[in-house]
């Protein structure tokens, strides 16, 4: 049994790489890289916390879903130190809230949030317009 450690703040997402690394994002801003040894392989520092992460096998991209509604796509692994790095791609304010859940499959991405929206769009267009949840509590 390995002990992964280093975030600071509350884990939200976790997600496996196609070479079998664990992905972690959390409160504190960052995405983690690990092996199952528990080493830290590899820190991505953004400027929100991170709500979703989603790993893509097929395409080995990477969508983080952020706090403050962004959503963030890297191309490939390993993860970059920060956002200006030239695998990442911004979608600022996909969503109006905290995005807390992302899939993918091919380029079309699927996102929810706390805005009570689900969002579904291609990953190389910009998103469309939202869809209203149907679930009520």
Avoid at 15 to 26: C, K, Q, R
Avoid at 29 to 48: D, I, K, M, P, Y
Avoid at 125 to 131: A, D, G, I, L, N
Wanted: proline share 5%; with cysteine.
């Amino acid at each position: 049994l390995a002990s992964m450690e280093g975030h600071n703040e509350v884990i939200w997402a976790l997600a496996f790489t196609h070479t079998n690394t664990v992905l972690s994002g959390s409160e504190d801003c960052t995405v983690r890289q690990w092996a199952l040894s528990g080493q830290q392989l590899n820190v991505f520092t953004l400027e929100n916390a991170v709500g979703s992460l989603w790993f893509s096998r097929e395409s080995q991209q990477l969508v983080v879903g952020c706090s403050n509604g962004d959503l963030v796509i890297v191309s490939k692994l390993p993860l970059p130190e920060s956002i200006s790095d030239e695998r990442v791609e911004l979608k600022p304010a996909a969503h109006d809230a905290s995005l807390c859940s992302v899939v993918m499959k091919g380029d079309c991405i699927v996102t929810g949030s706390v805005d009570m929206t689900i969002r579904y769009w291609d990953a190389t267009k910009p998103p469309p317009p939202e869809f209203k949840v149907v679930h009520s509590s």
